[in-house]
């Protein structure tokens, strides 16, 4: 047991959540005969001077173009040399060429192509030019003058040459590592404060090892091609020294004296090629995986009309919501929020002037439908938004600090220790490819200088805090061989690992059953009285809402239309939305009736009407709603909604509420 322990904790161990990439190859017949091939093939050449049965160099002029036989098992050549011993040696000078070409290729592919594929941007734009401009060079040209300069110079050339080669894999690699970004438990690693290199050693990069392992195995093929060809020509070391290339050539010489010879020389070398692409082929099924994205078109004019649109819409939000100082006893502070995607002509607003506070220890929930910017909202606070995104205006304060211009290695720093979050899928959020031990104590070590060791104790009391049974054991399972209640559990606690002062809940219960749910609400609540935290609940739930949450903030469309408590809320929704939907809560449904429901859909960003954006739905509008920005009407005792109707709405919920 403490064996198991000692392995589950340690830093080198990467492995699979449901295979062996090892073992799966090698139960496909043609894989792991190429595998078997290869190692023999690396094996006799590097013990060549034990396995060679005569000297590669000793002519023997009587028995010159001997075909098998006992004494030599695959012949001579012109004179009267072994083949098999010469085949031999000549494998030490063909694979050392090989894997200087590889070596450089991969040195130079693999940090680069995970590097360009997880950070993107500028950096991205400028390693793929250089990748294009690398393969615009005509690698065998560049080779053969590099023989020419450095007097026939087998290892400089296939330095150049993999330094050549190297843009195509990098190009393949960075593809691979731009699926792995997208994944959640990425942006999982990221909330919990995981530096750059860390995410990229621990969990890109085994991720697309398999990718890598492809690549290796088409660079070898390609290379072993390119090392013979240039020994074939000539290059290289002089004769008598033995190379696959060099034998190829004399074995062409003497094709009509002596057929036998290209056989073996020739042979091995298309052996060898076919084994390099048949264990690519293998790792390739065995690694199979494949992440597609879909895209929507757009023309030009519809993106002019959009950006002039947004960019009217940025300026009248900075006009009419003037950005408030931040309360005195607030940890987090949100004014006037304004979050875009996407750039020049082709920005759309996706959150339009948010406002809200976060005092200590309080549970504040983002309410709303699909697409009202709930979730946008959070990830700017965490400084998290997707590519593309950006604060166009407004401030963010945490701590008294304004945060809304800050680095990401400023936003490292807050991360996991200041702010943390929970998903809300958490299955996802977990790495697979690593134990659930591991995963928390690397989150630990991240924030605190102590060993592995205490970092894996530190990780089953959190496990334990977090009500898991036997969590000793859970903290040896894999992702997948836990349930989804129990996953939750382990994400709260990587979340916790930090000590943060906020958390954020994005939606932690919806994929929960009824019992689990309740289950996870009380853990938060237990875990917020002991650490004093607040919380940022992120929900469409009413019943969440009145459960956890000590005041509520409604988004509708990406705009914040009420503030409120809780109590208050539910005793006196101001806001038309807030009305319709507490009404259709399907709690409130009266048997043998209809299910209560908002008539229309959350119009998507970019289409938002000029004023009210809950205009079209709202059974209160006037045409007085549809003109200008509504401005956020305050109520006092820390109450507003974004409504000019705001008394008539409250007059027809009371009548009807009489009825």
């Given at each position: 047991m403490a064996a198991r322990r000692r392995r589950q904790g340690s830093p080198r161990v990467v492995a699979s959540n449901r295979r062996n990439l090892f073992v799966d190859v090698m139960r496909r017949p043609l894989g792991a005969g190429a595998a078997v091939y290869l190692a023999v093939v690396v094996l006799a050449s590097a013990l060549a001077p034990v396995l060679a049965p005569h000297d590669p160099l000793k002519q023997s002029l009587t028995a010159v173009r001997q075909g098998p036989s006992a004494e030599y098992p695959l012949g001579t050549d012109a004179l009267g040399r072994d083949l098999l011993s010469r085949l031999l040696y000549g494998g030490q000078e063909s694979l050392i060429g090989v894997a200087q070409a590889l070596i450089v290729a991969l040195v130079i592919a693999v940090p680069l192509g995970i590097a360009s594929g997880y950070f993107g941007g500028w950096f991205d734009r400028v390693v793929m030019r250089c990748i294009d401009i690398n393969m615009a060079i005509p690698n065998l040209i560049v080779t053969l003058a590099v023989l020419a300069i450095f007097r026939n110079s087998m290892a400089a050339a296939m330095v150049v040459y993999g330094v050549l080669v190297s843009a195509s894999a990098a190009r393949v690699i960075r593809s691979a590592a731009l699926g792995v970004r997208e994944e959640l438990y990425i942006d999982a690693a990221r909330t919990t404060g995981l530096g750059g290199l860390q995410i990229l050693v621990r969990h890109i990069f085994p991720r697309?090892?398999?990718?890598?392992?492809?690549?290796?195995?088409?660079?070898?093929?390609?290379?072993?091609?390119?090392?013979?060809?240039?020994?074939?020509?000539?290059?290289?070391?002089?004769?008598?020294?033995?190379?696959?290339?060099?034998?190829?050539?004399?074995?062409?010489?003497?094709?009509?004296?002596?057929?036998?010879?290209?056989?073996?020389?020739?042979?091995?070398?298309?052996?060898?090629?076919?084994?390099?692409?048949?264990?690519?082929?293998?790792?390739?099924?065995?690694?199979?995986?494949?992440?597609?994205?879909?895209?929507?078109?757009?023309?030009?004019?519809?993106?002019?009309?959009?950006?002039?649109?947004?960019?009217?819409?940025?300026?009248?939000?900075?006009?009419?919501?003037?950005?408030?100082?931040?309360?005195?006893?607030?940890?987090?502070?949100?004014?006037?929020?304004?979050?875009?995607?996407?750039?020049?002509?082709?920005?759309?607003?996706?959150?339009?002037?948010?406002?809200f506070d976060i005092r200590r220890g309080e549970t504040v929930g983002l309410v709303g439908e699909s697409g009202s910017g709930k979730t946008v909202t959070a990830m700017a606070v965490l400084g998290l938004l997707a590519e593309g995104g950006r604060v166009v205006s407004g401030r963010i304060w945490f701590e008294g600090a304004d945060i809304s211009g800050y680095t990401q290695a400023q936003y490292r720093a807050l991360r996991g220790t200041k702010m943390a979050m929970i998903s809300q899928e958490p299955m996802v959020?977990?790495?697979?490819?690593?134990?659930?031990?591991?995963?928390?104590?690397?989150?630990?070590?991240?924030?605190?200088?102590?060993?592995?060791?205490?970092?894996?104790?530190?990780?089953?009391?959190?496990?334990?805090?977090?009500?898991?049974?036997?969590?000793?054991?859970?903290?040896?399972?894999?992702?997948?061989?836990?349930?989804?209640?129990?996953?939750?559990?382990?994400?709260?606690?990587?979340?916790?690992?930090?000590?943060?002062?906020?958390?954020?809940?994005?939606?932690?219960?919806?994929a929960l059953d009824v019992t689990v749910q309740a289950?996870?609400?009380?853990?938060?609540?237990?875990?917020?009285?002991?650490?004093?935290?607040?919380?940022?609940?992120?929900?469409?739930?009413?019943?969440?809402?009145?459960?956890?949450?000590?005041?509520?903030?409604?988004?509708?469309?990406?705009?914040?239309?009420?503030?409120?408590?809780?109590?208050?809320?539910?005793?006196?929704?101001?806001?038309p939305y807030t009305q319709a939907l507490q009404a259709s809560d399907p709690h409130n449904a009266v048997k043998g009736e209809p299910l209560p429901t908002i008539g229309g859909v959350v119009p998507p960003p970019g289409q938002w009407p000029e004023g009210c954006h809950f205009a079209a739905r709202c059974r209160f509008v006037t045409d007085a709603c549809r003109v200008g920005r509504i401005p956020q009407v305050d109520r006092g005792e820390g109450r507003d909604a974004r409504c000019i109707r705001i008394d008539v709405a409250r007059a027809a919920r009371i009548e009807e509420s009489v009825r």
């Open positions: 697309t090892l398999g990718v890598i392992i492809v690549q290796a195995a088409m660079l070898s093929a390609i290379a072993l091609g390119v090392q013979t060809g240039l020994a074939f020509l000539g290059f290289g070391p002089p004769p008598p020294e033995p190379t696959w290339g060099g034998m190829v050539g004399e074995a062409s010489s003497m094709l009509q004296f002596h057929t036998w010879m290209i056989v073996p020389t020739a042979g091995v070398i298309t052996l060898t090629t076919l084994a390099f692409g048949l264990l690519g082929d293998a790792v390739r099924d065995a690694n199979a995986e494949g992440i597609q994205r879909p895209m929507r078109p757009s023309t030009s004019r519809s993106r002019a009309a959009r950006g002039q649109a947004q960019a009217a819409r940025v300026a009248a939000a900075a006009a009419v919501d003037p950005v408030a100082p931040a309360p005195a006893d607030a940890l987090l502070s949100v004014r006037g929020l304004t979050v875009a995607f996407g750039s020049g002509d082709d920005e759309t607003i996706v959150v339009d002037g948010a406002d959020a977990l790495d697979p490819a690593f134990r659930i031990g591991f995963q928390l104590a690397e989150v630990i070590r991240s924030h605190n200088k102590i060993s592995w060791r205490a970092a894996r104790k530190r990780a089953v009391d959190l496990l334990a805090a977090v009500r898991l049974p036997d969590p000793q054991h859970v903290a040896s399972l894999y992702p997948h061989q836990v349930s989804g209640g129990m996953a939750q559990r382990v994400a709260i606690a990587i979340a916790l690992a930090g000590r943060p002062q906020l958390l954020i809940a994005d939606e932690p219960t919806t289950e996870i609400l009380d853990l938060l609540r237990a875990l917020q009285r002991r650490m004093g935290m607040a919380i940022l609940f992120v929900t469409h739930d009413w019943g969440v809402v009145a459960d956890i949450c000590d005041r509520a903030v409604v988004l509708y469309a990406g705009q914040v239309v009420e503030h409120a408590t809780v109590s208050e809320m539910f005793r006196d929704p101001l806001h």
